[in-house]
């Protein structure tokens, strides 16, 4: 299994897909670092060899990807959240920072659902004499 930036990369895909396991790289890095290297997207990354590894290693080091990105990413966030933004609120609320709608949906960030009774007068008075 070909070794890339320190990540085991699937051998059994093709370059074009087989980059994409690498955090950071996308669609569009992988064009850009195949046209650099002269490598063809239709290879298998099983037929890599050293040479080819090390012309994308080096192409790879001008693109932020790895940890250096996730790094990049949590700061990012961290910083919102000091300055108290809204977006570093809703970040620290654990709740969707883009505006999505979260009545119904956004299950993702705000966990399993929970459903919540309706109460009658008497009943929430009886709870509210247990609390105290």
Wanted: glycine share 8%; no cysteine.
């Amino acid at each position: 299994m070909p070794r890339i930036a320190g990540i085991d990369i699937p051998e059994h895909l093709r370059l074009e897909y087989a980059l994409r396991s690498i955090y950071g790289v996308g669609k569009s890095n992988v064009h850009q670092l195949l046209a650099k290297t002269n490598l063809d997207p239709n290879k298998r990354a099983k037929g890599l060899t050293d040479a080819e590894i090390a012309s994308l290693q080096k192409a790879l080091e001008e693109i932020v990807y790895g940890g250096e990105l996730r790094r990049q990413v949590a700061q990012n966030i961290s910083r919102l959240k000091n300055i108290g933004s809204y977006r570093g609120y809703r970040h620290k609320a654990n709740l969707p920072a883009h505006g999505q709608r979260t009545k119904t949906n956004a299950r993702t960030k705000r966990g399993k659902r929970v459903t919540v009774g309706a109460f009658k007068k008497s009943d929430t008075a009886k709870v509210e004499t247990k609390a105290k």
